[in-house]
């Protein structure tokens, strides 16, 4: 049965913590990345791994955007400018349909809804004008700004005490499954999204995370 079918007025608050990538938005590096580097360079796929081996420093907020872009560009051995990386660098989405109507109906339910993401400073803000619809988390837990990074238990400690959660009230959606692991760990009710069987989630989220009864989103 579709979220939006369901009734939901009678379930008590709870908290909703959402990653981004491959649960909102879809998203393929490789497809945008090749486009900056020219025909004949040699092991172009090397060089986009290479790139994306780093990634995880961009996203820590250990290294400026500028500096990882000049990098990069030299690694593809490509003559973009920077601002045609940023481009492709940030063209790299599609859109998750079905889960954003969920999160539409969570919202107008008045869930607490907060993004729990490892993601970057070249993305952000840009993806929040790009995808209005962001603006419906009330917070947001971005690895680039706090310096830490999933499946790190300090990010979730991180969120749990900066927005006062009481675990046993939150769910925690993430594509990955060491993610999900230390979610649980923590004390969440977790699942593991696979954007390609979203009606899987629906189904759990309408058949169990919804139909528990916690006392309150919050610590008291």
Known sequence: MPLKAVELSHIPAKTFLFDIGRVLLDFDFESSLVKLIPSGVQNPSARIRCVLERKDALEAGSVAPEAFAIWALKKLQSD????????????????????????????????????????????????????????????????????????????????????????????????????????RSMGFECWQYDVHHHQSFEKWLTGGALNAQPASTLID
């Open 80 to 183: 973009a400018t920077l601002e045609q990386f940023y481009h492709a660098w940030r063209h790299i989405f599609t859109y998750n349909a079905p889960m954003w109507e969920c999160v539409r109906q969570l919202a107008k339910r008045r869930y607490n809804l907060i993004l729990i993401s490892n993601i970057n400073a070249i993305h952000c803000p840009w993806i929040f004008i790009h995808y209005p619809e962001f603006s419906l988390f009330e917070h947001r837990v971005l690895s680039f700004e706090v310096g830490m990074l999933k499946p790190d238990i300090a990010i979730y400690r991180y969120t749990i005490d900066r927005y006062r959660l009481n675990p046993v009230n939150t769910v925690y959606i993430d594509d990955h499954p060491e993610n999900i692991d230390m979610g």
